[in-house]
């Protein structure tokens, strides 16, 4: 008997977060996972990804800051991450994730929020820093 081996793609028909920009979204998409219900479970999220109102910084430290350990975390980041992958994104939130990073912005905070392994909503390469450190523009 031949095997017959499945594709699994992943599809983005979940209803879509209102937003217009990267941060915006994964605000709405960490609040609709957690909710009001579990404000601090949203809160210690937020923290990782940047958008409370101080820059993004280690597992460890926002662990400590929310008194829950390390696992605890990682957990509440993939159960957003889960959903997120569900969920549409508009034309103006993609090029806001693609876009490379300008001076002063928090880069960490962009990257977990918009690429890589710590994606939330979209695996792009806002690991771009402008101006690039190499570049010779000034």
């Known amino acids: 008997m031949p095997t017959v081996e499945l594709l699994v793609v992943p599809v983005r028909d979940g209803i879509q977060v209102p937003g217009t920009t990267t941060p915006m979204v994964v605000t709405g998409l960490i609040w609709r996972t957690y909710g009001s219900v579990r404000p601090h479970r949203a809160q210690s999220v937020l923290d990782w ?7 993004a910084g280690a597992l460890q430290d926002i662990a400590t800051r929310h008194a829950v350990t390390v696992p605890t975390i990682r957990n509440r980041i993939q159960h957003v991450r889960c959903r997120g992958q569900t969920i549409p994104l ?4 993609l090029r806001d994730t693609e876009r490379v990073s300008y001076q002063g912005e928090d ?3 962009r990257q977990r929020c918009a690429s890589g392994y710590d994606s939330l909503i979209w695996p792009r390469r806002a690991s771009l820093i402008w101006p690039h450190p190499r570049s010779t523009r000034p």
Do not use: E, I, N, T
């Open 90 to 93: 508009s034309p103006l939130v």
């Open 107 to 109: 880069h960490l905070s």
């Open 49 to 55: 990804a940047g958008l409370l109102g101080q820059p």
